[in-house]
Structures are given as C-alpha cells and as structure tokens.
C-alpha cells in the first residue's frame, strides 16, 4: 500500500477521493501495476473477460465474467480498476493471488510497450507464456499480427517492453492509449479504426 507521512504534517489532501493528511508515497512495485487498460473509469478490464480463464489448460479463448463476480482492485495510478469472473472460485483465485492472473503491461498492446505506445488490446488477441505452468505470465495485444510479430522475437520483445513500461506505468508523457491502426500499423485497415481517425497501416516489418 501507498504509505503516508505522519498525521502531523501537513494538510488534508485528496488521494484517489480519501482525504489524507500529508504526501502519499507509492512504492515503484506499486507504481509498475498502473496504467491498466480500461476505456474509461467506468468500464472493466479486459472488456469483462474472466483473466483466470486465460490460463485454462488448453484455453483457445477466454470466457466473459459476470457482474455478480466482480471484484475491485486498487492502483496508485488510476485508483480503483474493476475486472469481472465468469464464477465465484475464479473470483477467489483472482483475490487470493492476483498477480499471478493479472496481464502483463496493464494489458495493453505488449507489443506496443515494446515500441513504448499504449495501444489498446484486443481481449481475443492473446498469449500465455514465459516458461512452466507456475511462471506463465498473460500478454495481450491490439492484433493477432501484433501477437505474430511478438512472438516470432519474443525474447528481443520483451526486453524492450521490460524497459519501456516503468515509464509507461507511471503515466509519464507519451503514454496515452491509442488504437493499434492509428499508430502502429500492425493490421489492416478495416480492423479496429476509429471512426474518428484515418487509417494508413503499414505491415510490420
């Protein structure tokens, strides 16, 4: 937890809606598990897929969580960020141990935390690895061609998104989350434009 300075010092301040008096100090273990990828305060992480799911033996595709099996959980970065469960011993496999479930990069696009972007990840667009059952860590991405690209030089991949996220994490510049078309150009133009936006993709090299 965030730690704060004696009641004494200083004046009430607000930290994610709590008044506390003082300066409230985040660990940096705490600051790398923000920046979680929501599309906005109100919506849950991973479009409400169950994240223990992801890691079924066998698992071809995750399984949609349900509002009765919610669970709330808290970062220095954005505060409270909700994920969902398609059942009660998933949601208490998740409370009991949650980083051993959670997505690695907040689960934003891996391989644009390689290229230090925040692109927004495809819940269907995924990948459980890095070793045995017991270190296997989940990866999203904005694409499959994102997750072909990762994977066919996962190792180079993962050092730089290593040492990209610390920074991202924090929410320093240059970490506003955009959709994979706009800036990557990891797939084609139909796939997840905004409509807002134009699309010129290029492939990936």
């Known amino acids: 937890m965030a730690t704060v300075s004696e009641p004494s010092s200083g004046?009430?301040?607000?930290?994610?809606?709590?008044?506390?008096?003082?300066?409230a100090v985040?660990?940096?273990?705490?600051?790398l598990t923000g920046k979680v990828d929501v599309a906005s305060e109100a919506d849950v992480a991973l479009g409400g897929y169950d994240c223990v799911s992801y890691y079924?033996?066998?698992?071809?595709s995750p399984v949609l969580g349900v509002p009765e099996h919610e669970v709330t959980t808290y970062n220095v970065v954005q505060g409270d960020v909700r994920y969902r469960f398609a059942s009660a011993d998933n949601a208490e496999a998740f409370k009991k141990s949650p980083k051993k479930f959670l997505a690695s990069y907040g689960g934003y696009c891996a391989c644009g935390v390689a290229k230090s972007l925040l692109l927004h990840a495809d819940p269907l667009a995924f990948s459980v690895c890095c070793g045995d059952q017991d270190n296997q860590k989940?990866?999203?991405?904005c694409c499959d061609k994102a997750k072909q690209s990762w994977?066919?030089?996962?190792?180079?991949k993962r050092a730089d998104a290593d040492a990209n996220w610390p920074k991202l994490a924090k929410g320093e510049p240059n970490a506003e989350a955009t959709t994979c078309c706009a800036e990557c150009g990891c797939c084609n133009a139909a796939k997840r434009c905004d409509a807002a936006k134009s699309c010129d993709p290029k492939p990936v090299a």
């Open 56 to 60: 079924a033996p066998g698992a071809s």
């Open 11 to 23: 004046p009430l301040k607000v930290v994610h809606g709590s008044p506390v008096q003082g300066a």
């Open 26 to 31: 985040a660990s940096e273990a705490e600051k």
């Open 151 to 156: 994977e066919a030089d996962f190792e180079k």
């Open 138 to 141: 989940l990866c999203m991405f």
